[in-house]
Antibody, heavy 123, light 107 residues
């Protein structure tokens, strides 16, 4: 069965960086992209960006351009998201999510989600 | 970017009632629209993709409709486990965007 298992909670000071991992299993990793979505306390869902499992190409929301890096390791079937220059308003639960359709399908809904990683930024 | 607007923000309903949630896109997203359900402390769960397709395992009481800029999610008879927050999500155009959510609460 498909599983996305994320790394544990992190606490960082403002200005630092954080790297969150997402271990995928139960499907062909290179056939599907992974997106990162975050949720601040009591708030809605915010798409941060995605990485293609096939090509490694990335797309980011403009507000994170230059501050986020997304990578995927096909040997370990693990995706990583690094966010730099952290601010207090980056405090959120960060989710990885698998695209519902394969490469080129156009299906970029999210059929499986990780359990979430709480990142707390102290100022 | 495409702005997704959900209404209402909160819906108070009784179990067994039929409910309809709305989602409007600031420009056409064709049928590239998904709906998710999220309960407190849990990750979102995909309910509908392609505006009207239910993934395997999603109960038939959930249905989606619409295309272009106007979409709706209908729950035909609300069950106790359906009280949650519902989000729409367009994946037609980068950047992908979510609506602000509709909370369905017990009346």
């Amino acid at each position: 069965q498909v599983q996305l298992v994320q790394s544990g909670a992190e606490v960082r000071e403002a200005g630092a960086s954080v790297k969150v991992s997402c271990k995928a299993s139960g499907y062909t990793f290179t056939n599907y992209g992974i997106s990162w979505v975050r949720q601040a306390p009591g708030q809605g869902l915010e798409w941060m960006g995605s990485i293609s499992g096939q090509t490694g190409d990335t797309n980011f929301a403009q507000k994170f351009q230059g501050r986020v890096t997304m990578t995927s390791d096909t040997t370990t079937t693990t995706a990583h998201m690094e966010l730099r220059s952290l601010r207090s308003d980056d405090t959120a639960v960060y989710y990885c999510a698998k695209e519902g359709g394969g490469y080129g399908s156009g299906r970029r809904d999210f059929d499986y989600w990780g359990q979430g990683t709480l990142v707390t930024v102290s100022s | 970017e495409i702005v997704m607007t959900q209404s209402p923000a909160t819906l108070s309903v009784s179990p067994g009632e039929r409910v309809t949630l709305s989602c409007r896109a600031s420009q056409s997203v064709s049928i590239y629209l998904a709906w998710y359900q999220q309960k407190p402390g849990q990750a979102p769960r995909l309910l509908i993709f392609g505006a009207s397709t239910r993934p395997t395992g999603i109960p038939a009481r959930f249905s989606g409709s619409g295309s272009g800029t106007e979409f709706s999610l209908t729950i035909s008879s609300l069950q106790s486990e359906d009280f949650a927050v519902y989000y729409c999500h367009q994946y037609n155009t980068w950047p992908l965007t979510f609506g602000g959510g509709t909370k369905v609460e017990i009346k």
